[in-house]
């Protein structure tokens, strides 16, 4: 059975592109133009996964994301025009997968797609060890290696990569982190979170001032690079 994508954008043209794109590469697409339709199709189609514009002409696109998120976990992609920090920051925070700004392309588009599929399959499967590259993280044994070479990490370290690797392909906030890995009287520390961002990458990275493993998602969070993600 091929991947149903739902998207929810007023917006023929951004519609017509959309449609042209997945559909070349076999996915089949629903759409919808308000956020009634959204949650009509929402409901009717279940989709594999949602593409959402935040400038709806009935809703906002946030309150259509929270009536989706109180009902299903399915990878919600935020597509808009709309570069603020703040606005990306509350997507993300509400439970979108991902955040992309229009305009962009096509395989952009379809890289961050596959990313959110193989993360949600990966939450549905609770896969114990991680692999990319020259890292393997085991969350069962707790046992990080790089090039099949152990690597000694703080708990706090551990409990920041464990996280990041549960929501692999997945931007996380700085909040999110820092609620999730600390505590919630830490959730404005971003600096906190840098430090050890950074001592992750020291440890991790074959260059940690060009990462590829964990990738800065500017002023918003961090994101676990999926394997060819």
Do not use: C
Request: charged share 25%.
């Amino acid at each position: 059975m091929s991947v149903t994508i739902l998207v929810v954008d007023d917006e023929p043209s951004m519609q017509g592109f959309l449609r042209t794109a997945l559909e070349a590469e076999g996915y089949r697409v629903v759409t919808a133009v308000n956020g009634a339709e959204a949650l009509s199709a929402f409901a009717a189609e279940t989709p594999d996964l949602i593409f959402l514009d935040l400038g709806l002409p009935d809703r906002d696109g946030f309150a259509v994301l929270t009536d989706i998120r109180r009902q299903s976990p399915v990878p919600v992609i935020v597509l808009s025009a709309r570069e603020e920090e703040d606005t990306k920051v509350r997507a993300l925070d509400l439970g979108a997968d991902d955040y992309i700004t229009k305009p962009f392309g096509v395989a952009e588009l379809r890289a961050r797609l596959r990313a959110a599929l193989r993360h949600a399959l990966q939450a549905q499967g609770e896969n114990p060890v991680f692999e990319s590259g020259r890292l393997k993280v085991d969350l069962v044994r707790r046992e990080v290696s790089l090039g099949g070479q152990p690597v000694g990490l703080s708990p706090k370290e551990f409990g920041l990569l464990r996280e990041l690797v549960a929501h692999a392909g997945k931007v996380l906030t700085h909040r999110q982190l820092l609620t999730k890995v600390w505590d919630a009287g830490h959730a404005g520390e971003v600096q906190y979170l840098r430090v050890f961002i950074r001592s992750l990458r020291q440890k991790l990275e074959a260059d940690p001032n060009q990462p590829v493993h964990i990738v800065t998602e500017l002023g918003v969070g961090y994101r676990l690079r999926l394997p060819r993600d």
